[in-house]
């Protein structure tokens, strides 16, 4: 089934969505929104002109209006952080360009699902999920899904197996309190101990797997990608596009996107990522894994770094 889906902002990652989903059959529809209109503009016409390789699709660069009826949003807006900028400093400009823009969209398109990107993205989701007067299973932040892709990608280069035969996820906020919660991450309903004995036995030798260092390589590589080549995008239009597919499809799926807590985990009012059934009518709630004492306080610590961000800004 293809889909009306409006995007705002049209930097480095909003126009890589808008042309990764022209590539797919995704959307029949796009509009792409920016305030600097002569950047949206050149960014469709770079991208329509690439489209008559593939079944007819309507893009344009528009306005607020122009999303009338959107079946999905998806907001991208928002500056990157500035050398010497706090992470605070950043969340009170980017939810100020979020307040602007909210009662704006959400006006045309009241009955779309909204996918929050921009950063820092758990915060923005709180603040658009308090605003905008959105059903809260229409409001889905892009989370730790990129992540867990990431600790995805890591996993399968270590073990050599590939990355769709990988349970493994990461929680929290997306960024510095984001963890991995162990106890549940497994190679096809194996642990991964386990998968290591196997290996072994089979002739294969793995070196031991440095967890650690695992966490560290899913928290430093959006840092690494900025520092060589000034910013990331490409991993992240493709997690938001499969959301958008999730969005279309004909049942659930289990991911880690980011929304409001209700007690889970004895954790209320603030949103972070964790299990989360997702499909066609937006979020259906949660799935309670199985964790530790000590993961249950990681993601708790989570909870509590973001809640304080939300405590400094004006909403």
């Known amino acids: ?22 590539s797919s059959d995704l959307a029949s529809e796009i509009v792409l929104i920016d305030i600097n209109k002569d950047k949206a503009e050149g960014e469709v016409l770079d991208i329509i002109q690439g ?36 992470r605070i400093e950043l969340a009170q400009t980017n ?11 959400v006006k045309e398109a009241p009955n779309a699902k909204y996918i929050i990107v921009s950063n820092p993205v758990d915060v923005m989701t709180y603040v658009f999920t308090k605003i905008s007067g959105i059903p809260e299973n229409q ?21 050599g197996v590939a990355q769709n035969n990988i349970h493994a996820y ?6 510095d309190t984001a963890f991995i919660p162990w106890t549940g991450a497994y190679i096809s309903g194996v642990s991964l101990e386990e998968y290591a004995e196997i290996a072994k036995s089979q002739g294969r030798e793995l070196e031991p797997l440095d967890k650690d260092a695992m966490v560290e390589y899913v928290h430093k590589s959006g840092g690494k990608i900025i520092a060589k080549k000034g910013a990331t995008f490409y991993a992240v239009s493709v997690t938001v596009c499969r959301l958008v597919e999730l969005l279309v499809a004909a049942s659930d799926t289990v991911v880690t996107v980011s929304s409001m807590m209700h007690g889970e985990y004895g954790i209320e009012d603030v949103c972070l990522s964790t299990l989360t059934l997702v499909g066609p009518n937006g979020i259906q709630g949660k799935i309670p894994m199985r964790m530790s004492k000590t993961e249950i306080a990681q993601l708790k610590k989570s909870a509590d770094a973001l809640k304080a961000v939300i405590a400094e800004i004006e909403l």
């Open 1 to 22: 089934m293809s889909s009306k889906i409006t995007i705002i902002g049209a930097g480095s990652v909003g126009a890589t969505i808008a042309y990764t989903l022209s």
């Open 139 to 159: 409001i889905i932040g892009s989370g730790t899904m990129l992540d867990t892709a990431r600790l995805r990608c890591g996993l399968s280069q270590h073990f």
């Open 51 to 86: 489209t008559s390789f593939r079944s007819p699709i309507s893009m344009i660069s528009g306005d607020y209006e122009d999303a009338k009826d959107s079946d999905i949003v998806i907001i991208t807006s928002g500056i990157a952080r500035k050398p010497g900028q706090t």
């Open 95 to 105: 939810v100020n360009i979020l307040k602007d823009i909210t009662p704006r969209i």
């Open 170 to 175: 990461v929680f929290g906020e997306h960024g």
